[in-house]
């Protein structure tokens, strides 16, 4: 297939279609193989847009990889979304509805947001080998807590000493 001057913009062969240039579908495109993979060669980056509407990628069957320099970076299935390696916002960001919130200042910020019927705001739960340790989040009753699992203190420290200026256990400080 050649363009108005002659030149081929699309070629058939026995391995499939080569396009140069732009290709475009008005309707559903299908690519059925094992991999079905869309590949882009010798360009600097490949882009894939929607112009009239949200552009949706997904997996009938299992989980939607993602890649970058051709090793899996994350992948999304029903659970969720699984990240190997950093996970990088510019910005400040959220987890939870609404939007982000900022402390002040040029600082990046995570909100941690819970709905309103919530008692708790959101919180950060730190764990070692899948068991919470502690917990770190702010109540209804308009209080930040620090919090230990049973068993587990909550020690103050200042600057790097490494040594508790101040510990808090289930006896009291």
Known sequence: MANNSGTPQAVVSSTGLAVTGTLSATG???LSASTGALTFS???YGEITATAAPLYVGSQTGSLFLKASGSVIGTVSSTGLAVTGTLSATGNSILGSGSPLT???????????????SIYGGGVISAIDGVA???FY???STAVVIQGTAGVNVELMANNSGTPQAVVSSTGL
């Open 42 to 44: 010798g360009a600097t």
């Open 28 to 30: 559903d495109v299908t």
């Open 133 to 135: 340790k502690g917990y």
């Open 103 to 117: 402390g002040g200042g040029s600082a990046r910020w995570i909100t941690l947001n819970s709905d309103v019927a």
């Open 138 to 140: 702010a109540n209804s």
